[in-house]
């Protein structure tokens, strides 16, 4: 096992490293889906997909 992770150290830690900012990014991105941020940051009148990107608030029915 000793000769194994002395043969494959560097790859082993650079993978790890990889693994922690992957990590962070898709931590960063669930926090901004939750805060209603847009990940796309242009102008939503142009897009394709404006009308699943952000939830529109529906109108109150009058009892």
Not at 27 to 44: L, V
Not at 47 to 58: E, P
Request: charged share 15%.
């Amino acid at each position: 096992m000793g000769a194994f992770l002395a043969a494959n150290g560097g790859t082993i830690l650079v993978v790890l490293i990889l693994a922690v900012i992957v990590f962070f990014i898709i931590r960063s991105m669930r926090k901004n889906k939750k805060m209603g941020k847009s990940s796309c940051g242009c102008n939503c009148a142009h897009c394709a997909a404006a009308g699943t990107c952000h939830s529109v608030a529906k109108p109150k029915k009058a009892a």
